[in-house]
C-alpha cells in the first residue's frame, strides 16, 4: 500500500518555474533533479491510482525494445504497468506531461514529439545495473525522466538513483527515491542505475521521443 504524505508543496496548479528549472538545467549539463517538483494534488492522485491497480497488470520488465525485448534477472528485477490515458490518474500525468514538453520543446528547440511512461514497482531486493536509455544515433528517446512516489523514504531503504555524468564516471550523482522527486536527463548522455532497494519502490519512469518515422514504418509504432 502505497501512503502518499499529508502535505501540499508550492507545485500545485501552474508549474512553470518547475519547466523553467529543467530547461535551464538541461541546457547547461545536461539534467536536472529537483526534489519536491509534482505537484502535490497530482502525486497524490497518482499513488492512490496505484493502490488500485492488481499485481496481474503489471509485468516482468526486459531490455531492449520492440521485438528484441528479453528479460534478464541479472540486470534488472522490477515490474512495470504502462501509463495510459484510461483513468483519471492517468489523463491528469499526461496532461501535465503536455505542458511540461510544450515548454521544453519552447526553451530548447528539441523538437520533442510524443511521451511513453508506466508505473516501475522494485520489490525488496530488486535492482537495475547500470545502462544507457538510449545509445548515439540508434534511438529516437531524446530525454529520460523519473519521478518518484514514495513516502518516507530513508538512507537504510537503499533503492537510489545513481547518475552517472559521462562513461567515464564511477562516482555518480546519488538521487534518494523520495516522493515528488522529479529527475530528467538527455537519454543518450547519463549511463544510470537503480541501487538494490530494501523495500518496496515505486517510480514512474518515461521519455519524451522525436518522430523518427518514415515510409515503411511509423514510430512511435500503434
Same mark, same amino acid.
Given at each position: ?9 508550492e ?6 518555474h ?8 538541461i541546457?547547461?549539463? #545536461?539534467?536536472?533533479?529537483?526534489q519536491a517538483?509534482?505537484?502535490?494534488? %497530482? ?33 534488472? #528485477? ?17 496532461h ?8 521544453i ?6 523538437? %520533442? ?5 508506466h ?33 518516507d ?15 567515464n ?15 530528467v ?38
Amino acid at each position: 500500500m502505497i501512503q502518499p504524505p499529508n502535505t501540499n508543496n508550492e507545485t500545485d496548479g501552474r508549474s512553470d518555474h518547475i519547466f523553467e528549472r529543467i530547461v535551464t538545467d538541461i541546457n547547461t549539463k #545536461g539534467y536536472s533533479i529537483n526534489q519536491a517538483a509534482l505537484p502535490s494534488a %497530482l502525486g497524490n492522485k497518482l499513488a492512490q491510482y496505484l493502490n488500485t491497480i492488481s499485481g496481474d497488470d503489471f509485468d516482468h520488465a526486459g531490455i531492449g525494445r520492440d521485438l528484441e525485448v528479453k528479460r534478464d534477472e541479472l540486470v534488472r #528485477g522490477d515490474e512495470i504497468c504502462w501509463i495510459t490515458g484510461e483513468s483519471d490518474a492517468g489523463k491528469d500525468w499526461l496532461h501535465w506531461i503536455a505542458e511540461m514538453q510544450l515548454y521544453i520543446n519552447r526553451g530548447l528547440f528539441l523538437g %520533442l514529439f510524443s511521451f511513453e511512461s508506466h508505473f516501475s514497482h522494485y520489490a525488496t531486493g530488486d535492482f537495475y545495473r547500470r545502462h544507457y536509455d538510449a545509445f548515439k544515433g540508434q534511438a529516437n528517446r531524446v530525454l529520460s525522466m523519473v519521478v518518484y512516489l514514495n513516502s518516507d523514504w530513508t538512507q537504510e531503504d537503499g533503492g537510489e538513483l545513481v547518475l552517472y555524468t559521462n562513461s567515464n564516471d564511477v562516482e555518480g550523482i546519488t538521487v534518494t527515491p523520495s516522493f515528488g522527486t522529479v529527475v530528467v536527463f538527455l537519454s543518450e548522455d547519463f549511463p544510470h542505475e537503480v541501487l538494490t532497494t530494501h523495500r518496496d519502490r515505486y517510480s514512474i519512469a518515461g521519455w519524451f521521443r522525436i518522430n523518427s518515422s518514415t515510409n515503411d514504418r511509423a514510430d512511435p509504432p500503434s
